[in-house]
C-alpha cells in the first residue's frame, strides 16, 4: 500500500425524501487526494483496505441508489457533477422548505464515499469523466453486490430500504488511510448518536 497524506474529509449529511432514505450516515468527499489516477495506483492504494474495485464507470445520468452496499469513488479523468440525494419523483423542497438532495461537485483526483441508500447521478460531465467504484469486501471475502434501486417505489416502502440500509455494517477500514483513517471512527460515531 502506497503511503498518502492524510486529507480531512468533507463530512456532509443528505436527509430523507419521501422516496430516497438517504443515510445517517454522511457523505465523505477527500479533495485531491490521489496525485496519480492511474487504475494501478487506484487500485494498490485502496484495495488493501479491503475496498474492492467494482468496476470503471463514466457518467450516469439515471439517479439510483444501493441498500445493499457502501460506495467508494476515485476519480480517474475528468469532472462532474452530481445530484444526491433526489428521486426524480421528490419535489425541489421537503415540507419545511429546504431543498431535496444537493449537489457535488467532483474532479480528477477526488475520492468519495456514499453510504448505502444516498441516491446519486451525474448532471453534467467535462474531460471524459472516468471513476472506479470500490466497495467493501463482504464477510465471506467476496466482492460486494449491489441491488438497484431509483427511488420510484411508494413512499411507505423508502422506511423498509433504510432499516435495509442501517443493517449493514460499518467498514472498518477507510478507504485511503486504513484503520487510521476518519470513516470508521465518524460513521461509528454518527451512527451511535443517531435515533
Known sequence: MRSLDQIEPEAFWISPTPHVPNSKLPVLVYRNA???TSQENILDTIEPNDWLKGGRFTTYKKAHFHTTVHE???????????QLGKSPIDTDF?????ENG????????????LPAGISH????????YEYIGLYPREPSGAK???????????EH?????????????IPALDPLYG????????WRETFERSP
Open 72 to 82: 467508494c469513488y476515485a476519480v480517474i479523468q475528468g469532472r462532474t457533477t452530481y
Open 179 to 186: 484503520q487510521d483513517g476518519p470513516l470508521p471512527k465518524l
Open 157 to 169: 416502502e423508502t422506511a423498509e430500504l433504510a432499516a435495509k440500509c442501517d443493517r449493514l455494517p
Open 94 to 98: 421537503n415540507n419545511e422548505g429546504q
Open 34 to 36: 490521489l496525485q496519480d
Open 144 to 154: 460486494a453486490r449491489f441491488d438497484m434501486n431509483y427511488g420510484l417505489q411508494p
Open 102 to 113: 444537493r449537489k457535488l461537485s467532483v474532479q480528477k483526483g477526488d475520492v468519495f464515499v
Open 121 to 128: 447521478c451525474s448532471l453534467e460531465s467535462e474531460g471524459d
